[in-house]
């Protein structure tokens, strides 16, 4: 069965650092997500992505973050300048379609620990 | 904004005997709700999802069941596998111009052997 791939599955970094998380969704698949859950907590929605542009973003998703599609298969999602209190757990997912009367579930990927010293 | 709530952090059952998770939400244009399975170190599971034209969906051991009056959905599994034992996030969606999937806080499901 097809699946969402994340590399790496951990990742360190010291504070100020910028990272890039990599994402390979389904290939069939149309839209486009990342999500967060620092630990314990709740699975946050960061952005949404579709049709090569960023369709819905939260307000944790400030100018630090940005994301690409650079190449039709990979989804990466990049922080600038990482601070402490981004250390968490970020999930790639990817749906087929949205919509009223359309929706279909979200599949998400193994995702990357992030750590932040 | 809690527009999604499971109040249960935990919840313990005996193999074999029904758990019943809750989650209630607010936002009333919600129309697509979903049940995931998250075991530690992995991704969220798609288990089941029910449109809001709908009150039941069933899938093997999983039934969810969609009270919109109440702004309340479950997830009932029969009967209970330790394996099962795991956090559950329900989640929704919907509404005009947005396409993102709100989760709940989860449930920690423990099935006992």
């Known amino acids: 069965e097809p699946e969402v791939t994340q590399t790496p599955s951990h990742q360190v970094t010291q504070m100020g650092q910028e990272v890039i998380l990599r994402c390979v969704p389904i290939?069939?698949?149309?839209?486009f997500y990342w999500y967060r859950q620092i630990l314990g907590q709740k699975v946050e929605f960061l952005v949404s992505?579709?049709?090569?542009?960023?369709?819905?973003k939260s307000e944790i998703f400030d100018d630090q973050f940005s994301v690409e599609r650079p190449d039709g298969s990979n989804f990466t999602l990049k922080i600038r300048s990482t601070k402490l209190e981004d250390s968490a757990m970020y999930f790639c997912?990817?749906?087929?379609?949205?919509?009223?009367?359309?929706?279909?579930?979200?599949?998400f990927g193994n995702g990357t620990r992030l750590t932040v010293t | 904004d809690q527009q999604v709530k499971q109040n249960s952090p935990s919840l313990s059952v005996q193999e074999g005997r029904i758990s019943i998770l809750n989650c209630d939400y607010t936002?009333?244009?919600?129309?697509?709700f979903l049940w995931y399975k998250k075991y530690p170190a992995e991704g969220p599971t798609f288990l089941i999802s029910?449109?809001?034209?709908?009150d039941k969906n069933e899938d093997g051991r999983f039934t969810v069941f969609l009270n919109k009056s109440a702004k309340h959905l479950s997830l009932h599994i029969v009967p209970s596998q330790p394996g099962d034992s795991a956090v559950y996030f329900c989640?929704?969606?919907?509404?005009?111009?947005?396409?993102?999937?709100?989760f709940g806080t989860g449930t920690r499901l423990k099935v006992l052997a």
């Open positions: 997912a990817s749906g087929q379609r949205q919509g009223k009367n359309l929706n279909s579930p979200l599949h």
């Open positions: 290939s069939n698949h149309l839209y």
């Open positions: 992505f579709y049709n090569n542009e960023i369709s819905e």
């Open positions: 936002n009333s244009m919600f129309d697509y």
């Open positions: 029910i449109s809001s034209i709908k």
């Open positions: 989640a929704a969606s919907g509404g005009s111009g947005t396409y993102k999937y709100i």
